[in-house]
Nanobody
């Protein structure tokens, strides 16, 4: 059983930056893959970026490639999503999720533990 808590959402103008943080915790926390997912109004949850447990493999969705960077700090069990050059289309509820696996996982259906979400609004 893992517990996931996101922070760092907010409102920013187009072209601005935000950094989301996600702390993963649990009674026997070992290896886990993690990812960030976005759900826009009336849309399905989509994969923004994911990262494997120990070998540093990453995935970026087409809208994140070149603008977002995912990273993790194993010492604090924190996963970050640095978002630069934000666009209005990036607006949505961003969820962090974790899965107990060493491998990179992409689709949201492959994740078992979810945070409550952090709202990101990109607007003039």
């Amino acid at each position: 059983q893992l517990h996931v808590v996101e922070s760092g959402g907010g409102t920013v103008q187009p072209g601005g930056s935000l950094r989301l943080s996600c702390v993963v915790s649990g009674p026997s926390l070992g290896y886990y893959a993690a990812g960030w997912f976005r759900q826009g109004p009336g849309k399905e949850r989509e994969s923004v970026s994911t990262i494997s447990s120990t070998d540093g493999k990453t995935y970026y969705g087409p809208t994140a490639e070149g603008r977002f960077t995912i990273s993790r700090d194993s010492a604090t069990n924190t996963v970050y999503l640095q978002m630069n050059n934000l666009r209005e289309q990036d607006t949505g509820l961003y969820f962090c999720a974790a899965a107990i696996t060493r491998r990179l996982r992409v689709g949201p259906e492959l994740y078992d533990y979810w945070g409550q979400g952090a709202q990101v609004t990109v607007s003039e």
